[in-house]
């Protein structure tokens, strides 16, 4: 498959921080950091015709996306989660809604863009039975599914979470996401537990969980890979995940070991999370080669 042939799908919200409003939600960072990459990623999503949205347009040009697939709601304002910080950083979210994110339709251009793609999806997008829905649909033609659950209290649906998993082939946790999936489903909250029920039940070929300071671990193609994280002073942790998975995906999908994937995305998810905001700025070429001692 092609690694060009990337589509994410789902929200596109404003994070509001005390320091100011950086665009985000976890599909366009994602979509943001393989065009960074050099990956011609597809973003599906939906936004107001209001300020925010403009100004996500604008921005969503500005990194290199093409913007032929979001949409424009003419009824529902654009999203936003308004992000709280506690004192390492890590952040909490309120989502207000309706918003544009949740009437997300599954347009002809959507499925037609989605067709033998690899899709990268979550779950905080399937809110609304609308956006749900169309998930769904774009999941169907895809090759390749990548589920990124994203959990985010207080939309964290058992029965919705639990079916994203029977529609993916690889699944990125984070370690609280762990431990929620591990009691839904009755087995110890350890990945490597976690790991054997999901991919008995649910067959999946590759799962990865990121466990901050503890750093990551990932399961591919047989291989088992266990990642030390990168020393980093924090700025906050927004969007370092969403840098974590967009290398993870390129690397491994252009051939490069597992364990090299790991190194580079762990490398990269540091970097990020050392910087404001879910985006910043960086020279790929420094995250992609080998590290230096």
């Known amino acids: 498959m092609s690694i060009s042939s990337i589509i994410c799908v789902g929200e596109t919200l404003w994070d509001v921080l005390p320091h100011g409003e950086f665009l985000g939600g976890a599909p366009l960072n994602v979509a943001a950091h393989l065009t960074r990459l050099g990956v011609r990623a597809g973003m599906v999503s939906r936004i107001g015709t209001d300020d925010r949205g403009r100004r996500a347009l604008q921005r969503i040009e500005s990194i290199g996306l093409d913007t032929s697939l979001v949409q424009l709601d003419p009824q529902w304002p654009t999203g936003i989660a308004e992000a709280v910080l506690d004192a390492t950083g890590a952040a909490s979210y309120r989502f207000p809604q309706p918003c544009a994110w949740d009437a997300l339709q599954a347009t002809e251009a959507a499925i037609e863009a989605a067709h033998n793609s690899i899709v ?10 609308t956006a749900r829905d169309a998930i769904t649909r774009i999941l169907e033609v895809a090759s390749v599914r990548v ?4 959990l985010r209290a207080p939309h964290v ?3 919705i979470a639990l079916a994203s998993l029977r ?8 370690e609280e996401e762990v431990r929620i999936f591990a009691d839904w489903l009755g087995v110890p909250g350890r990945p490597e537990s976690l790991w054997e029920t999901l991919s008995r039940q649910f067959g999946l070929r590759s799962f990865c ?3 901050g300071e503890r750093g990551a671990c990932l399961w591919h193609e047989g291989i088992y890979v266990a990642q030390p994280a990168q020393p980093t002073q924090v700025a906050d942790t927004i969007g370092a995940g969403d840098s974590f998975l967009a290398m993870l995906i390129v690397e491994l999908f252009e051939g490069s070991a597992p364990s090299t994937a790991m190194e580079r995305a ?3 998810a540091a970097y990020v999370a050392s910087q404001p905001g879910a985006t910043p700025d960086y020279d790929p070429s420094a995250f992609r080669g080998e590290l230096q001692p």
Request: hydrophobic share 40%; with cysteine; aromatic share 6%.
């Open 147 to 150: 589920c990124d659950a994203n």
């Open 167 to 174: 529609h993916a082939d690889f699944v990125k946790l984070n």
């Open 157 to 159: 649906d058992r029965e």
């Open 266 to 268: 762990s490398r990269l």
């Open 209 to 211: 969980v990121t466990e």
């Open 120 to 129: 990268i999806f979550g779950t905080l997008a399937q809110r609304s039975a």
